[in-house]
């Protein structure tokens, strides 16, 4: 343990913790550097709750709150309203609220009681900010040097990974499988080179997860032909986008 626990360890350690306790801090206090309408849930009431079922016959039940907001950024800051949301305990398409959540607001009207607004997404930033921290964290505190090599192709790769999206997105006459599957060779590859360099090793272990890629793909297509697609239910994808 102590061998471990150099005087730059020890540094590094400090600066990481004065890191985290900054940015919790920061992202509990943030809201007012958002232009779009932000609230925070002050009440939550159940109203009723009904079952459903969709075109696929899936059963789930509908469930309508009463949420009394407070408004935490804009002229109208710090003034409160209540709204109604509606969500399905699956919670694939919309979610249920709770004491404390913030939530941004689109369609905001202020301007005579009473208030209206459309629930938007919920304030993540904290816990991708945190979670970022704690990665950071883990990696150059166990790989040191290798560790922000790793930090730096996830960046690379997540900014690759946008790129192609915004590109699906664009030309969606493009196969989107090819698309995806040359940007899975350009990771692995950026990948390995900035963790292990210009090594065998690094050779053998991209061709390692190129094969075992590819024969997982080529038996899963098979599988599907011969099978007919049977039991595979396409309505997931529907949650893709």
């Known amino acids: 343990m102590k061998k471990w626990l150099t005087k730059r360890r020890r540094w590094l350690l400090v600066f990481l913790g004065l890191m ?22 002050e009440a939550v009431h159940t109203l009723n709750t009904t079952r459903t079922q969709d075109q696929f016959e899936n059963q789930d039940q509908e469930v309508t709150q009463r949420l009394r907001l407070r408004l935490l950024n804009g002229r109208q800051a710090g003034k409160t309203f209540e709204i109604n949301n509606q969500y399905v305990k699956s919670m694939g398409l919309n979610q249920a609220y709770r004491v404390g959540d913030e939530v941004f607001l689109t369609q ?16 993540r930033d904290r816990a991708v900010i945190m979670l970022f921290w704690l990665v950071t964290a883990l990696l150059l505190l166990t790989l040191g040097r290798a560790g922000g090599f790793a930090l730096l192709s996830v960046l690379i790769n997540s900014v690759g990974l946008g790129l192609a999206i915004e590109l699906d997105l664009k030309f969606q006459s493009w196969n989107a499988f090819w698309l995806f599957a040359s940007l899975a060779v350009l990771f692995a590859f950026s990948s390995l080179s900035l963790v292990l360099g210009w090594s065998k090793k690094m050779v053998a272990t991209l061709v390692a997860t190129f094969l075992g890629t590819a024969t997982a793909v080529g038996i899963s297509y098979l599988l599907l032909q011969m099978t007919g697609e049977r039991g595979v239910y396409y309505e997931s ?3 893709v986008t």
């Open 20 to 41: 985290g306790l900054g940015l919790w801090w920061f992202t509990g206090h943030d809201q007012r550097l958002y232009q779009t309408p932000l609230a925070r849930v």
């Open 237 to 239: 994808m529907q949650y």
């Open 108 to 123: 905001l009207q202020t301007a005579h009681r009473p208030y209206r607004a459309t629930l938007g997404d919920r304030k």
